[in-house]
Structure formats: C-alpha cells, structure tokens
C-alpha cells in the first residue's frame, strides 16, 4: 500500500504524528509508537536524531539531543522499525532524517535497510530536488518512497519538479522557518495548498506549526493529511504516554473522529 493510499483509506483527512526516535530512549519510543497507531494515526513519521538539524525548532532541537545522548544512531532506528514490525505494526513509517547520516551508509545500502526494515518512506530534510537523483532511485528500487518537501518559497517550475521526483505524496512546509507549534495558521495558506497540490500533481500533507485539534480542523478542509510534531513531542516529554495519547486522540478527533 502506498502513502497515499494509507490516506485515503479513512474517512477523514489523514494524521500524521512526528516523534524523535531515542527520546529518551528506544525503549519509550516503541511504546510511542504503538500508542499513536491505536491512537489512530494514519502514517507516523519517525525523527532520526541529529547533531546539527537546520529545519527543526527548540522542542525537536532538544529532543534530538536527549536523543543522541542515549545513543541513538541511523542503524538503531532501523533496527527499532524492524522490531516493530515483527510485534505486528502495520501502519506506514516515514524516516524523517538528514543527509548525512545517509551518506555515511551509502544510497544503496541505506535504502536496502530502510526496505528490509519495513521503512515505507523517506523524507530528507536538507536534500533538494535537483541534487536527488541518485538516491531517489536507490529507494525506489527497493520499494521505498521519497518524501519531498515544498515550501511556500517553491517557485511553480520546482513544484512541478518535486512532484515529479516524489513518491505518492508530497510534504508541504506551511511556513517559512523552522518546527515549532504556532497560535494561528498562516494567511492564505488554504489558497496556497490548493495551488501546491495542483501544481504537484500529488496529495498534500501539510506540518510545520501544527499543534492544536482547531488547527488540524481548519487544515483538513484543504489538506490530504496534517502533521503535528512539536506539540506531541513536547506532550511526551512532560507527561510520556499519557500525554501523547491524550493529546493525538484530541488531534484525531478534530480531523473528522475517533478511531
């Protein structure tokens, strides 16, 4: 089942959890992400830990940390992803990681990994388009999606490009900066995801911002699935499973319904 069809199977527009895998430790992070599935999430995107991050905030910024100083590495999460699919886990897992960590392991073998791990996706945050060639291919030819991102900078050529080169669906930044939750949505962002999907040709999930059941709810009219992390990360930290469960179950509910 491809991304995009794991969205469609609903009827609501999708949920899509962010969490940092190894924080603080592979141990919760499995239970996480089992609690988000029951929870309802559609696609759960898993954040490989690293030094330098440019897109993400404060909250993921510190996450990241506590992250690697439990020593979390590219090849544990992989290796955590392979645990939770032997212990049943069906819903899709994107890896959402920087380049580096792909370099060090190689295009192919990195995406013979992620195949064998029963990784359906790959976002990588600071690789654009035009430079993505080699290791699109190497993860398509493994049966692993790309997940690329556009953003409200994209000129209308390089969204069509991104649609192109993208696997099922493509992520769309609603705004400029970096992760972190917002009190509002940005303006004209309904208008822009309408123009973003039209000229990609593919489904849009829409994050960066995203924290509260009222925003998932304003997004779901226009977008094919809302990715909260910020805000769920931080749930985590301060309450650990309770905190996250309480608070995906509030966000599923505001995109159309308990599950």
């Known amino acids: 089942m491809s991304l995009a069809q794991a969205?469609?199977?609903?009827?609501?527009?999708?949920?899509?959890?962010?969490?940092?895998a190894g924080d603080?430790?592979?141990?919760?992070?499995?239970?996480?992400?089992?609690?988000?599935?029951?929870?309802?999430?559609d696609i759960i995107e898993l954040g490989v830990p690293f030094s330098d991050p440019m897109a993400d905030g404060p909250t993921i910024q510190a996450a990241d940390q506590r992250a690697l100083k439990s020593k979390t590495t590219l090849l544990k999460?992989?290796?955590?992803?392979?645990?939770?699919?032997?212990?049943?886990?069906?819903?899709?897992?994107?890896?959402?990681?920087?380049?580096n960590p792909i370099l060090a392991l190689g295009h192919g073998a990195f995406a013979r990994l992620c195949a064998?791990?029963?990784?359906?996706?790959?976002?990588?945050?600071?690789?654009?388009?035009?430079?993505?060639?080699?290791?699109?291919?190497?993860?398509?030819?493994?049966?692993?999606?790309?997940?690329?991102?556009?953003?409200?900078t994209s000129s209308d050529e390089r969204l069509k490009a991104i649609g192109r080169a993208s696997g099922s669906i493509v992520y769309y930044?609603?705004?400029?900066?970096?992760?972190?939750?917002?009190?509002?949505?940005?303006?004209?962002l309904a208008a822009r995801v309408r123009l973003v999907r039209?000229?990609?040709?593919?489904?849009?999930?829409?994050?960066?911002?995203?924290?509260?059941?009222?925003?998932?709810?304003?997004l779901s009219k226009?977008?094919?699935g809302v990715v909260v992390g910020s805000a769920l990360v931080a749930a985590a930290a301060l309450s650990g499973n309770a905190g996250l469960k309480r608070l995906s179950r509030r966000l599923v509910a505001g995109l159309g319904g308990l599950c």
């Open 222 to 224: 226009v977008a094919d």
């Open 24 to 41: 603080p430790s592979l141990a919760a992070t499995a239970r996480y992400v089992r609690t988000l599935a029951e929870a309802g999430a």
């Open 173 to 188: 930044v609603s705004r400029e900066g970096v992760t972190g939750a917002r009190r509002g949505l940005s303006a004209g």
């Open 77 to 99: 999460v992989l290796a955590l992803v392979a645990k939770l699919r032997r212990g049943g886990l069906k819903t899709p897992i994107v890896l959402f990681t920087y380049l």
């Open 7 to 20: 969205l469609a199977s609903r009827r609501r527009c999708g949920f899509i959890p962010f969490i940092t």
């Open 116 to 152: 064998k791990s029963g990784v359906d996706g790959v976002l990588m945050v600071d690789l654009p388009v035009e430079e993505a060639g080699g290791l699109l291919s190497a993860l398509k030819k493994n049966g692993v999606e790309s997940v690329l991102l556009a953003s409200p």
């Open 198 to 218: 039209r000229l990609t040709g593919k489904p849009l999930i829409v994050g960066f911002g995203v924290s509260t059941a009222q925003q998932a709810r304003l």
